[in-house]
């Protein structure tokens, strides 16, 4: 039964090109979360996505930042134009419906974003 | 607001010695769920332990154990004979049921090195 998968595990970017995230969840989950973690310091809450639908995108940064979860394929975190400060890792979680309310959440490896 | 506060940065401790990771959390709820993860040097977060607001035993599993004490708002986190694998950052997590139990907020991380 794998887990959250999360690819690419590193990823290089130049300033104002665009990443691509992407996560897999655990089978049978149909709820995804994605957090940042900067540079020596603790995750910070992202999105909340359910299939189709993003439910809670409330720390997202309002610009260049965007998330979704197709029916059909993984989860995307996409960050347009990057910028130095995003570098970072960025990790996907998820959870089954029926542990939705109970804050388990099931962790990716998460991706290294480093922006030159 | 919710807040996590891990005040120790870092501790170094020597193997066999016990340690003790303080947490302290704020939160105007009166249910939600407090976490332990570990990262270690690859990156990864491991899952240790939830516990519920109403579950105030304490728990031992193996060399760890964890202190949870409501009336200080604080979630103590003891490893017992320290071994090497044991560094890492450890991170307290809260997740409130103001968020649909939701979202994770995480303090800073405390990072352990535990020398031979």
């Known amino acids: 039964n794998a887990g959250v998968m999360q690819n690419p595990r590193h990823l290089v970017r130049r300033r104002g090109q665009e990443a691509r995230l992407r996560c897999s969840p655990m089978k049978g989950h149909s709820h995804v979360y994605w957090y940042r973690q900067l540079p020596e310091e603790g995750l910070k809450f992202m999105v909340y996505l359910q299939k189709e639908n993003i439910i809670d995108e409330s720390g997202m940064p309002k610009e260049r930042f965007s998330a979704e979860f197709p029916k059909e394929g993984p989860s995307i975190l996409r960050i347009q134009q990057v910028v130095r400060g995003d570098s970072a890792a960025y990790f996907c979680?998820?959870?089954?419906?029926?542990?939705?309310?109970?804050?388990?959440?099931?962790f990716g490896e998460g991706s290294r974003l480093t922006v030159l | 607001a919710q807040k996590v506060t891990q005040a120790q940065t870092e501790i170094s401790v020597v193997e066999k010695e016990d340690v003790t990771l303080d947490c302290v959390y704020e939160t105007r709820d009166t249910t939600y769920y407090l976490f332990w993860y570990k990262q270690p040097p690859s990156g990864e977060l491991v899952f240790l332990i939830r516990?519920?607001?109403?579950?105030?035993q304490n728990e031992i599993s193996g060399r760890y154990s964890w202190n949870f004490q409501k009336s200080t708002s604080s979630f103590n986190f003891t490893i017992t004979a320290s071994q090497v694998v044991d560094s890492a950052v450890y991170f307290c997590?809260?997740?409130?049921?103001?968020?649909?139990?939701?979202?994770?907020?995480f303090g800073t991380g405390t990072r352990l090195l535990v020398s031979p």
């Open positions: 516990r519920n607001s109403f579950d105030e």
């Open positions: 979680a998820s959870s089954p419906p029926s542990q939705a309310n109970t804050g388990e959440l099931f």
């Open positions: 997590a809260l997740s409130p049921m103001n968020t649909g139990f939701q979202k994770l907020v």
